[in-house]
């Protein structure tokens, strides 16, 4: 969709942006004289050219993404965190293995030990020590802790020489499917672990599927012709694909937050939003150049039909429904905003985290594996603290070790403490503490924060020790944490730099300033939202953290589309203002003009997202949900309502800047000179 495009305000037989008449072959008339224009013009003349060289470029990049394979390499370091600082220290002194570890649990109620059952279950293992990746199994019957007080439930430890990440499924699935041979007869088998969480995981085909054939449908009922509805889907499917080919390389990363971990996620993002404006400019010019006087027909005869049968001219319900906003602009945005604001509460009591095997589908092994740990031996088992002594005096850790287990056996909110373990280096032991409290519970935060301020501080001035409070529980609050707080300086530059970009366009003050309130508006909206149903647990969806990321990506995602809407509505109001002066019909024929297109594109994202709900992750749902409710609410109560409404408020004070700030910011022009 070109911002620049004026076709719904001339005739509906244009066949697109730029291109100046309603098919090929009629080029003897003048053309917009910008850059874009250029190539887009280009590109329509030269159609069979340009889409040869989208097919080359795609299968290039998927050609050399093949040849360099999937070897993400993904950076979930924590620079400057306590858990970060704990995870270098034992790799430091040899205490990091180089592989992870699965849980094979087991549960029987006539009891583990009962020699029947110790005989399948010690064929079995040895069995699973031959699978592919496992280094090591070391049975339940071998640890006495190893085995639930009650008998019934147990797990043996099998030690994998790769990281979970990088355990291929197949070898993951061969590993459960020799441990279920030995269920039966009152013997239920699981297998727990990230690696076994994996198996879990769908690629979400049917989600995506469902998304794309919703969008198609909306397509068809708004141009009519599913041809023209295709043309959309397939520059969609060249620009993401073209992408995904591409994020091998992902180098960039979001530099304000400082995470690594979000460097792929970040040039993605980017990546696909530069594809597609390329696909734009290029693809789309020369599908509508093989395809354009087909539309041109269909187009101009289903106007005809449309003014035979005495229907109302395009745009006459957005012309409405400005009208009755300018009538009463200050109740409509009274009601709008109160609503959107009250949405907005729950999301100050949002809680990050990290979804563990707890918040897995109820059917996938690693949540029975999950429930059943827990069972035996209390819901903090899934989530242990590992309280990491480093003796600064180079001596013996172990009394400094041990001196912190006492203490950790007394602390409210642990259940259990082990034994002090060493390590090859003398000076440096470690403490496993078990929080009474699952690892996504607010319990277990609380308990995080309690030991490195001020419990583990106390031991410390007595033993002369250091103390790291680290693990994957300890490193998930730490990651939060430093998403909370280093947010505030994300959302600063990206708001500051959408002001001056658009004070720039639109010679205008308030205009930037209406656009940044208001799109913070819907993203508090969105973020209050999945509040209340993913965290306070609404509508029966199991409550839990919201995951800690996913505020960045919806701000960043969802502010990026609030600002193309802002920009398109704005730009066709700024343009008829510009011709005559009239700042109410000005607002009326913007939104006459761009209403169904901003609806049309607002049903299609939210239909798109909305198909997330389908998967069975929670990740998934919860970004589902959130870019759903954020562009409806954008796409719908605030473009459609409550900018109408704010315009007429603000009148021709709407288009005013200081004469000094004009001078100083460059000028851009959207509209054709």
Same mark, same amino acid.
């Given at each position: 969709?070109?911002?620049?495009?004026?076709?719904?305000?001339?005739s509906s037989g244009s066949p697109g942006p730029g291109s100046g008449s309603p098919g090929p072959g009629s080029g003897r008339q003048p053309?917009?004289?910008?850059?874009?224009?250029?190539?887009?013009?280009?590109?329509?003349?030269?159609?069979?050219?340009?889409?040869?060289?989208?097919?080359?470029?795609?299968?290039?990049?998927?050609?050399?993404?093949?040849?360099?394979?999937?070897?993400?390499?993904?950076?979930?370091?924590?620079?400057?965190?306590?858990?970060?600082?704990?995870?270098?220290?034992?790799?430091?002194?040899?205490?990091?293995?180089?592989?992870?570890?699965?849980?094979?649990?087991?549960?029987?109620?006539?009891?583990?030990?009962?020699?029947?059952?110790?005989?399948?279950?010690?064929?079995?293992?040895?069995?699973?020590?031959?699978?592919?990746?496992?280094?090591?199994?070391?049975?339940?019957?071998?640890?006495?802790?190893?085995?639930?007080?009650?008998?019934?439930?147990?797990?043996?430890?099998?030690?994998?020489?790769?990281?979970?990440?990088?355990?291929?499924?197949?070898?993951?699935?061969?590993?459960?499917?020799?441990?279920?041979?030995?269920?039966?007869?009152?013997?239920?088998?699981?297998?727990?672990?990230?690696?076994?969480?994996?198996?879990?995981?769908?690629?979400?085909?049917?989600?995506?599927?469902?998304?794309?054939?919703?969008?198609?449908?909306?397509?068809?009922?708004?141009?009519?012709?599913?041809?023209?509805?295709?043309?959309?889907?397939?520059?969609?499917?060249?620009?993401?694909?073209?992408?995904?080919?591409?994020?091998?390389?992902? $180098?960039?990363?979001? +530099?304000?937050?400082?995470? *690594?971990?979000?460097?792929?996620? =970040?040039?993605?993002? !980017?990546?696909? %939003? #530069?594809?597609?404006?390329?696909?734009?400019?290029?693809?789309?010019?020369?599908?509508?150049?093989?395809?354009?006087?087909?539309?041109?027909?269909?187009?101009?005869?289903?106007?005809?039909?449309?003014r035979a049968k005495g229907k109302a001219p395009e745009g006459t319900v957005w012309r409405n429904l400005a009208a009755r906003v300018q009538?009463?602009?200050?109740?409509?945005?009274?009601?709008?905003?109160?609503?959107?604001?009250?949405?907005?509460?729950?999301?100050?009591?949002?809680?990050?985290?990290?979804?563990?095997?707890?918040?897995?589908?109820?059917?996938?092994?690693?949540?029975?594996?999950?429930?059943?740990?827990?069972?035996?031996?209390?819901?903090?088992?899934?989530?242990? $603290?590992?309280?990491? +002594?480093?003796?600064?005096? *180079?001596?013996?850790?172990?009394? =400094?070790?041990?001196? !912190?287990?006492? %203490? #950790?056996?007394?602390?409210?909110?642990?259940?259990?403490?082990?034994?002090?373990?060493?390590?090859?280096?003398?000076?440096?032991?470690?403490?496993?503490?078990?929080?009474?409290?699952?690892?996504?519970?607010?319990?277990?935060?609380?308990?995080?924060?309690?030991?490195?301020?001020?419990?583990?501080?106390?031991?410390?001035?007595?033993?002369?020790?250091?103390?790291?409070?680290?693990?994957?529980?300890?490193?998930?609050?730490?990651?939060?944490?430093?998403?909370?707080?280093?947010?505030?300086?994300?959302?600063?530059?990206?708001?500051?730099?959408?002001?001056?970009?658009?004070?720039?366009?639109?010679?205008?003050?308030?205009?930037?300033?209406?656009?940044?309130?208001?799109?913070?508006?819907?993203?508090?909206?969105?973020? *209050?939202?999945?509040?209340?149903?993913?965290?306070?647990?609404?509508?029966? %969806?199991?409550?839990?953290?919201?995951?800690?990321?996913?505020?960045?990506?919806?701000?960043?995602?969802?502010?990026?589309?609030?600002?193309?809407?802002?920009?398109?509505?704005?730009?066709?109001?700024?343009?008829?203002?510009?011709?005559?002066?009239?700042?109410?019909?000005?607002?009326?024929?913007?939104?006459?003009?761009?209403?169904?297109?901003?609806?049309?594109?607002?049903?299609?994202?939210?239909?798109?997202?909305?198909?997330?709900?389908?998967?069975?992750?929670?990740?998934?749902?919860?970004?589902?949900?959130?870019?759903?409710?954020?562009?409806?609410?954008?796409?719908?109560?605030?473009?459609?309502?409550?900018?109408?409404?704010?315009?007429?408020?603000?009148?021709?004070?709407?288009?005013?800047?200081?004469?000094?700030?004009?001078?100083?910011?460059?000028?851009?022009?959207?509209?054709?000179?």
């Amino acid at each position: 969709m070109s911002l620049t495009d004026k076709s719904p305000a001339r005739s509906s037989g244009s066949p697109g942006p730029g291109s100046g008449s309603p098919g090929p072959g009629s080029g003897r008339q003048p053309g917009p004289v910008g850059g874009f224009a250029r190539i887009a013009a280009f590109s329509h003349r030269r159609r069979r050219l340009a889409l040869v060289l989208w097919l080359v470029v795609m299968a290039g990049v998927w050609a050399a993404a093949t040849t360099a394979g999937d070897d993400y390499r993904e950076d979930f370091s924590l620079p400057g965190t306590q858990s970060q600082a704990a995870a270098d220290l034992l790799a430091e002194h040899g205490a990091a293995r180089a592989g992870d570890t699965v849980q094979i649990v087991l549960q029987d109620q006539g009891g583990l030990k009962d020699p029947a059952v110790q005989d399948r279950v010690g064929r079995m293992l040895a069995e699973v020590a031959g699978q592919p990746h496992v280094e090591s199994v070391r049975s339940l019957y071998e640890d006495a802790a190893a085995i639930a007080p009650d008998g019934t439930v147990g797990y043996a430890t099998v030690t994998l020489d790769v990281p979970s990440k990088e355990m291929p499924k197949e070898d993951s699935q061969k590993i459960l499917d020799t441990a279920r041979k030995a269920a039966g007869d009152g013997l239920q088998v699981e297998l727990g672990g990230e690696a076994a969480r994996l198996l879990g995981k769908g690629a979400g085909g049917a989600a995506e599927g469902a998304g794309i054939l919703a969008a198609l449908v909306i397509l068809v009922l708004m141009f009519g012709t599913v041809i023209a509805a295709g043309l959309p889907i397939i520059t969609a499917v060249f620009a993401v694909g073209s992408t995904l080919g591409a994020i091998i390389l992902a $180098l960039l990363g979001l +530099v304000a937050l400082g995470l *690594g971990s979000l460097q792929g996620m =970040a040039l993605s993002v !980017a990546l696909t %939003v #530069l594809v597609t404006m390329a696909a734009s400019l290029t693809l789309l010019p020369a599908l509508l150049g093989i395809f354009g006087e087909r539309f041109a027909r269909q187009f101009t005869a289903r106007d005809a039909k449309r003014r035979a049968k005495g229907k109302a001219p395009e745009g006459t319900v957005w012309r409405n429904l400005a009208a009755r906003v300018q009538r009463r602009p200050l109740a409509a945005m009274l009601v709008a905003g109160v609503a959107l604001g009250a949405l907005c509460l729950p999301a100050f009591d949002m809680r990050l985290g990290f979804a563990d095997a707890g918040s897995d589908a109820p059917k996938t092994t690693s949540r029975k594996a999950y429930d059943l740990l827990s069972d035996g031996f209390g819901p903090g088992f899934n989530g242990p $603290l590992i309280v990491v +002594v480093d003796d600064l005096d *180079g001596g013996n850790a172990q009394q =400094a070790a041990e001196s !912190a287990a006492v %203490v #950790l056996r007394e602390t409210p909110g642990v259940r259990a403490v082990s034994p002090p373990i060493p390590t090859k280096h003398s000076g440096v032991a470690t403490v496993i503490a078990f929080p009474a409290t699952s690892p996504q519970d607010e319990g277990t935060s609380r308990l995080v924060t309690d030991l490195r301020d001020d419990v583990l501080p106390q031991v410390s001035e007595r033993s002369g020790a250091r103390y790291l409070v680290g693990g994957g529980t300890a490193a998930a609050e730490d990651y939060s944490g430093k998403v909370a707080e280093r947010m505030p300086l994300f959302m600063a530059i990206v708001v500051g730099l959408s002001l001056v970009l658009l004070m720039m366009v639109f010679r205008s003050v308030l205009i930037p300033l209406k656009a940044a309130v208001l799109n913070l508006l819907s993203i508090g909206a969105a973020l *209050g939202a999945i509040t209340l149903v993913f965290q306070e647990g609404w509508f029966g %969806v199991e409550p839990g953290p919201i995951e800690a990321y996913l505020p960045v990506m919806i701000f960043a995602v969802v502010f990026g589309l609030s600002m193309d809407y802002e920009i398109f509505l704005v730009s066709r109001i700024h343009e008829e203002w510009t011709k005559t002066k009239d700042h109410a019909l000005s607002v009326r024929e913007g939104l006459g003009h761009t209403g169904s297109v901003i609806s049309a594109a607002g049903a299609i994202m939210v239909a798109v997202f909305g198909a997330f709900m389908l998967s069975s992750e929670r990740l998934l749902q919860q970004t589902g949900f959130g870019m759903a409710v954020a562009i409806f609410v954008d796409a719908v109560v605030i473009r459609l309502l409550i900018v109408p409404a704010a315009m007429q408020l603000m009148g021709r004070r709407t288009w005013w800047m200081p004469a000094p700030l004009a001078r100083i910011l460059p000028k851009v022009n959207l509209e054709k000179s």
